[in-house]
């Protein structure tokens, strides 16, 4: 267990130690290290999660039909979790040191014991099991079942179902929040943002997310009632205002997206997008946002993590060049000395939207009205 939070120069790159001129804008990450992992190469990989206090990278290598463990202090892989077949999701729980797979290939939920590094149970539920979310107080994990178009909630106290909300919707990406005690699920054909209470497991909300489509992955900043929406319909990220249940901010992505992810210290938000990027973008304040880049990664990386102690981001490649491999990308975030975004890609409310890549520019950021 590590003994408190990383020194911030430690782990983020300066813009001056790189060598960047001033004319031209420096890349928003960098590769320190890659890794090889067990698993088939050329296979699909699916997400990741973080265990922050015993320092574990949990990645679900989707076409393999098993899930690694990763020790973050070493890059090691400490265990191959075979019996996932078709992992997709993957929510850890701490209280307990249980990991739930989402397994879409055989439509189960399984129980991980990390103790012992096993699946212990597999609990049916509908068709392809995707995204997960747990809530803590309510001890009850949310279980999307994206082609059932349902919400499975189990209690991990006795890893049964207790409830199974049906929509008629696909369900994308839930997410629970700390803030307002509420779970939040991407209702994906319908462009809607659903709101489940899971004291009573409810739904308690319904709205539209505008000029958002196929809002399939979501993050949150429970701090600024903020949610990121990843739009795979029509390549947008969308920025929710979780208290006037409204859309306020739309950002061009790369194609593809798929796996959203929010980094709370440093205020950036990835999108793992499978053309061979991850858009980047920078949060100034709860209501402006700043597109920075489309970084360039590898083709199919559809998901990837980030590390709330180094910040450092985290994207399995299931290629290089082509060729098919079975690793862990490592990258280290780059900033310049005054920490300001290192691409001025920007947008406004006001003004039309504009499709765009790392050498575009806009008169400002886009900012809510």
Sequence with gaps: MPNGRLPILGFVALVGA??????????????????????????????????PEDRYLFSAHLAAGQTYVVDLRTNKVLATITDTPGAEGLEYVAEFKKLYTSNAGDNTIGVVDLRQMKVIKKIPTAAKPDGSAYAPPFHKLYVSDERGKAEAIVDVRTDSIVKTLHFDSETGMPRYDPVSQKVYVNLQDQN??????????EVVGRYPVGRCEGNHGMALDPEHHRAFLACEGNELMTVFNLDTHQPIAFLPLAKGPDVIKFDAGLKRIYVACSSGAIS???????????????????????????????????????????????????????????????????????????????????????RAQ
């Design 18 to 51: 790189l060598g960047v001129g001033a004319g031209s804008p420096p890349p928003t990450l960098r590769k320190i290290t890659e890794f090889d992992l067990p698993g088939p190469s050329g296979k699909r990989f699916d997400y990741l999660t973080i265990d």
């Design 192 to 201: 809607i943002f659903a709101v489940i209470d899971p004291a009573t497991d």
């Design 280 to 366: 980047v973008f920078q949060m100034v304040d709860a209501d402006v946002y700043r597109k920075l880049e489309d970084f360039p990664v590898q083709k199919k990386v559809h998901s990837l993590a980030v590390d709330p102690d180094t910040h450092r981001v985290y994207a399995p490649e299931q290629e290089v060049d082509g060729k098919g491999v079975a690793r862990m990308a490592v990258y280290e975030v780059v900033v310049n000395p005054q920490g300001n975004p290192s691409v001025d890609m920007t947008h406004r409310t006001n003004g039309n939207q504009v499709r765009g890549h790392r050498a575009i520019h806009y008169a400002a950021p886009w």
